[in-house]
């Protein structure tokens, strides 16, 4: 089998955020000819599907700027430095949500978008669920809502579900659930 993978020869920072950053690399690829890659440096994230005891799903609606629209989403964040994932899905379904969960399984972890970025998002199904209070970050306005978890496989293919890691972590959870 030949080798795809591609040599770095230089990269460059040109710019570094409070959230993510952006370096531009020049590769060696396969073939021994040179080209550009533009990378999205950032965090490694959680997503958690979370499920009452009466097979709800907790998801936040909360208005995303790039795309200038209020979506329906699973609960998520990223990692701090040195946070471990578990941590970190313990972290921010309370902080979204307000629950907590008494079981907390890592189902699965993908890449969101590897043509341009390195997220690494960890998805977890809790269950278990206590409820609490929300306490979500300064800048941010989630709104909860609890939609039976057909409901909510049915709201991914009409469309009202349009975000991608809510879409795998509810079609991993229905998957791993119906078992």
Known sequence: MK???????????????RILN?????VLLPNGKESGREVVEFSEAVTIVAVTEDKKVLLVTQYRYPVSEVLLEAPAG???PRENPVACARRELQEETGYTAGSLEKICEFYTTPGF???LMHVFLARDLTPGEQSPDEDE??????????????????????????????????????E
């Open 3 to 17: 080798d795809l993978r591609e040599k770095t020869l230089s990269s460059k920072r040109v710019y570094e955020g």
């Open 117 to 119: 970025t390195n997220e």
């Open 78 to 80: 990223k990692m701090d």
């Open 141 to 178: 306005f989630v709104q909860v809502e609890a939609v039976p978890l057909q409901d909510a496989i049915a709201m991914i293919y009409n469309g009202k579900i349009r975000d991608g890691k809510t879409i795998a972590g509810l079609l991993a959870a229905y998957n791993m659930l119906k």
């Open 22 to 26: 952006l370096r531009v690399d020049q």
